[in-house]
């Protein structure tokens, strides 16, 4: 099974990117979320250009997926009653980017059965909206359509879904959990803190742990939000390999940009085969012409 994941896309999407993937061998593509820009518009647009995609899609919301910038300056201000105004009109946005999404399904806390031949996997989306850290963002559009209360809550909903599958399991969020470092440029590290810090989510750690105790069959997890490149060090590596499972974070951001003068479009390649996992950097031109594959700095080793 190939899958394509789709970093944050923060407008870096045009129909060179739908034409590639519509004429690939991919066998479904993963959005980890994030569609417009810092002001929080074109949204919609952006996902209009992703329904011209016809392969089978998943698209998992981040954090930058809402009603507006304020609503976003709330929670990084932490203020409850003023996330609760401004969220207002989240439910209504979901539902017109569900729509302007077309084909591709809107998922979270929700399981997806990708087929490709004989290979059959089931997809888990995690908690919708994660903005990172230890604090439930969007809380209180959490509640209200997924009866989400806390970290506990969102972690115990996780692993229902988990639990639920029959097949190997890949696990698609917006970030990854915590346990893979807390440098400024770990996997999911936190860079905009002195003190720099694991900014992991800990309800996604907390079900892939018991997930493990109780021997569900988790391949990894996709997601992205902490954009790759950090300021002033090397940027974080996209794929690691802990306890046997693969954590790729595909937020190469801008995802569309210049290499030796020639524009490319990033995205990450996985290749699922019976339980072994491969990945790959991949950069395409606007032709749809590969320029440059690259393998994780850490061997696969399953
Ligand atoms: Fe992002
Ligand atoms: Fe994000």
Known sequence: MR??????????????????????????????GDLPGRTHRGTLDVARGMSAVNKPALFLPGNHDGVSMMQLLAELQQNRSRIEKKSRGQEQLCAEL????????????????????????DVVAARPHSMGGDRLAYAPYLERTFGIGSMADSAARILDCIRACENPILILAHNGPTGLGGERNSIWGCDFRKEAGDFGDPDLRMALDQARVENCPVLGVVAGHMHLHVRGLPDRDWCVRQDNLTFVNAARVPRIFKLEGERVHHHIRMTIQAESVQVAEVLISDAGRVIRE????????N
Do not use: E
């Not at 399904?105 to 059959?120: E, I, K």
């Open 294 to 301: 690259s393998a994780p700095a850490q061997p696969m080793n």
């Open 3 to 32: 899958l394509a994941i789709i970093g944050d896309i923060h407008k870096a999407w045009d129909d060179a990117d739908a034409a590639y993937f519509n004429a690939s061998d991919y066998d479904a593509l993963l959005f980890v």
């Open 98 to 121: 569900d729509a302007a999404l077309g084909a591709i399904r809107m998922c979270g806390y929700s399981r997806h059965t990708l087929t490709s031949g004989s290979t059959v996997i």
